[in-house]
């Protein structure tokens, strides 16, 4: 049987989600005794420790242990601070070996192997796209079983929270939906990052989802509104005449997670926060004074889902609705900001909002494993259209291009590889006298980064293939005719093959 396997490495917890089969419901594997939390220790032989493990180190070695893994490694840090020759991405591929492991045993019982896997990744700017092929890179390099390396899909967070939504849609009902689409918005706020996405379901004869736009918002996110709490706490205490210790900083930090939770249920709370000399404080803050603190960074996170409101009306796309996801879904003032640009579209909370990510991941590694095409992953974002088969796309340069070329002609442009062989632009394309961007930042993030087998500084020619399984590939020609099929838009291990 055909498994739909998805990881989700998260601020606070690795979570692991399995399908099997397309009518089945998904299931989170590592829950109860079995739950792994995202904190990884190093010891001195640099031996790295994961989990509830690396949790107890905290106390007696803070400096070793270490949070947010996935957060640092997007922020483009290298290695720990104060421990020479181990890197934020060694950390990350210690936490998934240790998923791999606790989920084979879980599978071991049905007689089932882990061999392909949907890792979800937040959306990132365009800088960062080399970081989140370093971490796919790192994660294939995990062994899984007989020497096989892991098979990794990378899916961008705010897409698989859109896939659970949308299955439950009835495929069936086209009542409501334009050009045969049903579309969300996706507003993920987690403990570490704010992602929105522009998503839909071709509702034709294969399904497909597309994913229009996504962006980042690394100004907004749940930590941070914990670090809010917690200077408005340390504050009051210092005012009492409280010495700030290291150690008190630790029951801070957690008065701040405890209030920030519970204020979405109650109008206000106290916690108790001890001190160094075994005295304590009694801390009292409302709703109205948290919402204070972080209205503003939602309100600004909110032009997000404007931006992609507008590329939905550029696309023709009607919005069904927005879906509020994430753990911070559950703060009321999320809603009401959201609700300020949404107009009369809906908005609600995802199902399972803070499962969401992985149980929609892993449909979408299960659509994979069966070849169902989709426009989702971290890759060429080209929606492809029923009928298009053996179309073929020509390539040209805009007009205001400093790129190297030799040709404008519509009968295709000849480009040339930069020093380095790689070749990087925005692909424009034409089709029945029409110029238009095909590939651009927004619609790609990798294709600039296509490295083909050519010499520095030769002459290429390009087009775009769909075959009949509606896959895109890109077809470079050399002088002397020969072709390279570009199949794979990793910036880090792009490949192509001759024919």
Sequence with gaps: MALGIAFDIGAYTCKAALLRGETAEPNGI??????????????????????????????????????????????????????????????????????????????????????????????????????????KRAAE?????????????????????????????????????????????????????????????????????????????DETFCAYFDECIAKEI????????????????????????????????????????????????????????????IIGYLRDSASLVTDALEVA????????????????????????????????????RSQQPVDAVSFGASRYCLSHNLRQKSKLAYGLQIPVKKGSIQRQVQIMAPQDSNLPFQSQQLTGAQFQCNPDGIFRTTLYAYEDATVGKVLSADDCRQVRHMTFEAAPNQSLSFFMEIDEEHCVKVICQTDDKQRYVMTSFDPADAVSRKE
């Design 30 to 135: 590592l829950f109860g005794e079995n739950i792994l939390r995202s904190v990884a220790y190093v010891d001195k032989d640099n031996k790295i420790i994961v989990g509830q493990k690396a949790l107890n180190k905290a106390n007696a070695e803070p400096r070793r242990v270490f949070f947010n893994v996935k957060r640092s490694i997007l922020k483009g840090d290298r290695e720990l601070p104060g421990i020479p020759g181990v890197t934020y991405i060694d950390l990350y591929v210690a936490m998934i070996k240790e998923v791999v492991d606790r989920c084979n045993k879980q599978l071991k019982k049905t007689g089932d192997t882990i061999e392909h896997v949907v890792l979800t990744v937040p959306s990132f700017p365009e800088e960062r796209d080399t970081i989140i092929a370093e971490m």
């Design 141 to 217: 390099s995990i062994e899984v079983s007989n020497g096989k390396k892991l098979s990794v899909d990378l899916l961008i967070e705010p897409a698989g929270v859109a896939i659970h939504n949308m299955n439950a849609i009835s495929r069936e009902d086209g009542d409501g939906q334009q050009n045969g689409e049903y579309a969300h918005i996706v507003y993920d706020l987690g403990h570490s990052t704010l992602d929105v996405a522009l998503v839909s379901m071709q509702n034709d004869q294969n399904y497909s989802n597309v994913l229009h736009y996504f962006r980042p918002d």
């Design 234 to 293: 340390e504050e009051a205490m210092i005012a009492e005449g409280v010495r700030i210790t290291d150690r008190t900083r630790v029951h801070i930090n957690a008065a701040a997670a405890e209030l920030k939770h519970t204020l979405s249920d109650l109008e206000e709370h106290t916690v108790a926060i001890p001190h160094s000399n075994g005295d304590e404080t009694h801390f009292t803050l409302t709703r109205a004074r948290f919402e204070e603190l």
């Design 313 to 348: 009306a550029s696309k023709g796309i009607r919005v069904n609705e927005i879906l509020l996801a994430g753990g911070g879904s559950s703060i009321p003032l999320v809603e009401r900001c959201i609700r300020e640009v949404a107009g009369d579209i809906p908005v609600r």
